[in-house]
């Protein structure tokens, strides 16, 4: 299983980013899939999932109403639409596919079995 996170860069304070999520070796509609960011020093986070059919979805508050997540299963990719980013929103971002179809809340990093390398948001001011 292969996860390759893509879309990651510098983006001006209040400015947007959209991650894309490839996964591939896996039958995607199976699984749920969630984003994690961690910056340094900090513990890795849960930030958004989505259940295999794209029907229930998970944002962290301090994402809420400014992040979107969604998936395409036939182009087995998860789409993480990230608006009005903060400072605090830099971090380093990482996809990881879920052990089953649907996750719990809040989302944790051991609920989730294949990961990418991540992808950088840096957030200017």
């Known amino acids: 299983v292969q996860v390759v996170e893509s879309g990651g860069g510098l983006v001006q304070l209040g400015g947007s980013l959209r991650l894309a999520c490839t996964i591939s070796?896996?039958?995607?509609?199976?699984?749920?899939v969630g984003w994690f960011r961690q910056a340094p020093g900090n513990e890795r986070e849960g930030v958004s999932a989505?259940?295999?059919?794209?029907?229930?979805?998970y944002y962290a508050d301090s994402v809420k109403g400014r992040f979107t997540i969604s998936r395409d299963n036939a182009k087995n990719t998860v789409y993480l639409q990230m608006n009005r980013l903060q400072p605090e929103d830099a971090a380093m971002y990482y996809c990881?596919?879920?052990?089953?179809?649907?996750?719990?809340?809040?989302?944790?990093?051991?609920?989730?079995?294949?990961w990418g390398q991540g992808t950088q948001v840096t957030v200017s001011s």
């Open positions: 070796g896996l039958t995607l509609n199976g699984h749920a």
């Open positions: 989505i259940s295999w059919n794209g029907r229930t979805t």
């Open positions: 990881a596919a879920h052990s089953g179809a649907y996750y719990a809340s809040p989302i944790t990093p051991s609920d989730f079995l294949y």
